[in-house]
């Protein structure tokens, strides 16, 4: 079995470009979450979506990020107009639709912003 | 989420059993434990986790007190490839519930 897929592993923007990040969950899984960690910091939640739905996106910056899980396809985590603070490794979970529902991550994509 | 409190770091002999501590004293009734591990600049592993009864897996078992409050996570013969950085994280049961990371504990296995 496939496990979380995520692309691309490396990305580099500069400054007030787009980065766009790949998430493909387990097959079977419904449920995917986006995480960030920040050099140096601790891993921390962005935003969970279900199947065309964001369910929860209290860690989400309020500007310049979104994400979308649609009905078909990988999950994107979109950053606009990037800045060196958004230089991190952006990790994607996703779980099945089940309780409890143990979450599986990707090796993470490495955005670095020049 | 409850907290969890885990010590900063720790080493390990290579082939002996690595026992990491945490706590959790503020645990609620529907919290699961659950352990996570994050070996550099790699994507967090789940190891294992449990309710109230101790669990066993193939890479390492959940010692959980009888009051909820403490849990350990073993691995029974640690290797060189086990040095990682280790997360307790105390969970609610109702899925969606986001993963809360705290610092914490770096364990170094020794040769």
């Known amino acids: 079995n496939a496990g979380v897929m995520q692309n691309p592993r490396h990305l580099v923007r500069r400054r007030g470009q787009e980065a766009r990040l790949r998430c493909s969950p387990v097959k079977g899984h419904s449920h995917v979450y986006w995480y960030r960690q920040l050099p140096e910091e601790g891993l921390k939640f962005m935003v969970y979506?279900?199947?065309?739905?964001?369910?929860?996106e209290s860690g989400m910056p309020k500007e310049r990020f979104s994400a979308e899980f649609p009905k078909e396809g990988p999950s994107i985590l979109r950053i606009q107009q990037v800045v060196r603070g958004d230089s991190a490794a952006y990790f994607c979970?996703?779980?099945?639709?089940?309780?409890?529902?143990?979450?599986?991550f990707g090796p993470g994509t490495r955005l670095t912003v020049l | 989420d409850a907290k969890t409190t885990q010590p900063p770091s720790m080493d390990c002999a290579e082939g002996r059993a690595a026992n990491l501590p945490c706590n959790h004293s503020t645990i609620s009734g529907n919290e699961y434990v659950y352990w996570y591990r994050q070996i550099h600049s790699q994507g967090p592993q789940y190891i294992i986790h449990?309710?109230?009864n101790n669990e066993t897996n193939e890479m390492a078992s959940l010692i959980i007190t009888e009051d909820r409050k403490s849990s350990t996570l073993i691995l029974p013969h640690a290797t060189l490839r086990d040095t990682a950085v280790y997360y307790c994280?105390?969970?609610?049961?109702?899925?969606?519930?986001?993963?809360?990371f705290g610092a914490g504990t770096i364990l170094r296995v020794k040769s």
């Open positions: 979506l279900q199947k065309e739905n964001i369910i929860d």
């Open positions: 979970a996703s779980s099945p639709p089940t309780v409890p529902d143990t979450q599986y």
């Open positions: 449990g309710l109230k």
């Open positions: 994280i105390v969970r609610g049961m109702e899925y969606g519930n986001k993963l809360v």
